[in-house]
């Protein structure tokens, strides 16, 4: 590829990013979808999220929860990512058929408002790692200044996505590779600390959680599916620069469903090992980092905290993508740095990590809708067939033009999804358990569910599919 078609790729990409990626523009294949992918699934805030199922799980129920909810979950969930590669675009292009242009408006913003709080705990964590490995010289660094240093992983990752998908793809190339290697080493250090048995044989202590045993697995379940939902909307945009459907079907897959528990389980493990080494539960995995590996700790809070950086580089393109379809006429350059102020913000505050289960069941609660609607509609309804044209609103192809921008089927099944499961199901602002209906579908999982079926019913009303499926006239791209 010359240097002036990379440019104007670049270009178009970061720039211009609701530009369908045509087939002889993309360069992911498997393997660096996978790797891609991977920054995402083994950041930082894994090994919080094991940690997180720890507390409430024992050692066999953190395997089911963590590689069940975690994982083969996503094998439906992930299915809409074909129409990603087939068509060029991502989802949130899609979704003006489902919410209209102005819902996809709001509700982009939204979600990524809320996505950004991980990002946050990502660069707490950077801060953390660099105090950690100052600590080990005899610096001692006041926390002030470390939420100061935080930032800076923010500052960094946001450099590396104004110089595009390129870049991201070598930053992934390098840091996944490394970091994934330093899991397994971490990974089997842990059962070098603490003999497996003592580990098999651990138990959550649940009387001081004020929960009671189906309650406490609902919880950690709970936790996993939110984990997976909280991202999954901005994860169906790098599917677009995929070449085949089946390699960003799999990578993305791959990356999900199968590195991210193997981290959240690596997190799970070393904080059981970090409780009964020590007898003190610990949540934050540069601090477990520290004190049960000090033969590579140095090595591993030094991956974990540049790690982030480029966790920072992929969400910031990938999630500065999705506002852009919702704010077509903002520059992408203007929305990276907008939202490094946001996140730099989130991060000084140090609010999201201290409240980590809550945010990401906030998070999940307003996409588990969404997922739920997009399955529906994509899979069910339009069986994997929509009008391109009539996405982008050219003449004369008018099918995803509602009154006043907005969907209304769409808009009113999420909101009255939000609504039931707030006040009938489970309270993730509170951590209210409201109903048996969460220990059965978890509260998430049960948005997701109550939003499919309510778009499926409302869809089978004659006049509200007529609308729906007017596209039919208007396919060219099987």
Not at 130 to 139: E, K, N, R, T, Y
Request: glycine share 8%; charged share 10%; hydrophobic share 55%.
């Amino acid at each position: 590829m010359s240097k002036q078609t990379m440019a104007e790729y670049v270009n178009q990409e970061t720039i211009f990013g609701l530009v369908p990626v045509k087939k002889s523009e993309r360069q992911y294949g498997f393997w660096d979808t996978l790797l891609v992918t991977s920054g995402f699934a083994i950041a930082t805030w894994c090994y919080s999220q094991g940690a997180l199922s720890a507390g409430y799980l024992d050692f066999p129920q953190l395997i089911i929860v963590t590689f069940a909810m975690g994982g083969l979950f996503l094998a439906i969930e992930c299915l809409p990512v074909i129409f990603a590669v087939r068509y060029g675009i991502d989802l949130w292009v899609y979704l003006r058929a489902v919410l209209g242009v102005n819902g996809v408006k709001v509700f982009a913003t939204v979600v990524i408002l809320g996505n950004w709080f991980w990002y946050a705990v990502a660069a707490n964590m950077f801060g953390s790692s660099i105090a950690q490995i100052c600590a080990g010289f005899g610096l001692v660094i006041p926390p002030d200044v470390v939420n100061w240093i935080s930032v800076i992983s923010v500052i960094g990752g946001s450099l590396i996505a104004l110089a595009g998908p390129g870049a991201i793809k070598w930053t992934s190339r390098i840091m996944v590779t490394a970091l994934i290697a330093i899991g397994v080493i971490v990974f089997a250090l842990c059962f070098t600390i603490v003999p497996f048995s003592d580990i098999a044989s651990y138990k959550p202590d649940l009387a001081s959680l004020d929960v009671d045993a189906a309650q406490a697995y609902a919880l950690a379940a709970e936790g996993m599916v939110a984990f997976s939902f909280s991202w999954s909307t901005q994860a169906i945009v790098l599917p677009r620069l995929c070449r085949t459907e089946r390699a960003g079907y799999w990578g993305t897959f791959a990356g999900y469903a199968v590195v991210a528990p193997f981290f959240v389980f690596i997190g799970g493990i070393m904080a059981i090992v970090m409780y009964v080494s020590t007898g003190v539960y610990v949540s934050d995995p540069t601090v477990m980092l520290a004190t049960l590996g000090p033969s590579v700790a140095l090595l591993s809070l030094m991956l974990v905290a540049f790690a982030n950086i480029g966790t920072q580089a992929v969400g910031s393109y990938v999630n500065d993508l999705v506002l852009k379809a919702a704010w077509p006429k903002v520059s992408y350059r203007t929305l990276v740095w907008l939202s490094c102020i946001y996140v730099s913000v989130l991060t000084l505050s140090g609010e999201v990590t201290a409240n980590f289960g809550q945010f990401i069941s906030i998070a999940a609660y307003i996409q588990g809708p969404i997922i739920g609607i997009m399955f529906v509609d994509y899979i069910i309804l339009r069986r994997r067939r929509f009008s391109l044209k009539a996405l982008y609103f050219q003449k004369g192809h008018d099918a995803y033009r509602f009154p006043g921008g907005v969907n209304w089927v769409g808009v009113a099944c999420i909101l009255v999804t939000l609504a039931v499961a707030l006040i009938f199901v489970y309270n993730p602002i509170t951590g209210a358990i409201k109903s048996p209906l969460f220990c059965v579908f978890t509260g998430s999982g049960f948005t997701a569910l109550l939003g499919g079926v309510l778009y499926y019913a409302l869809t089978k009303i004659p006049s509200i599919r007529a609308v729906a499926l007017r596209d039919r006239d208007d396919l060219e791209i099987a």
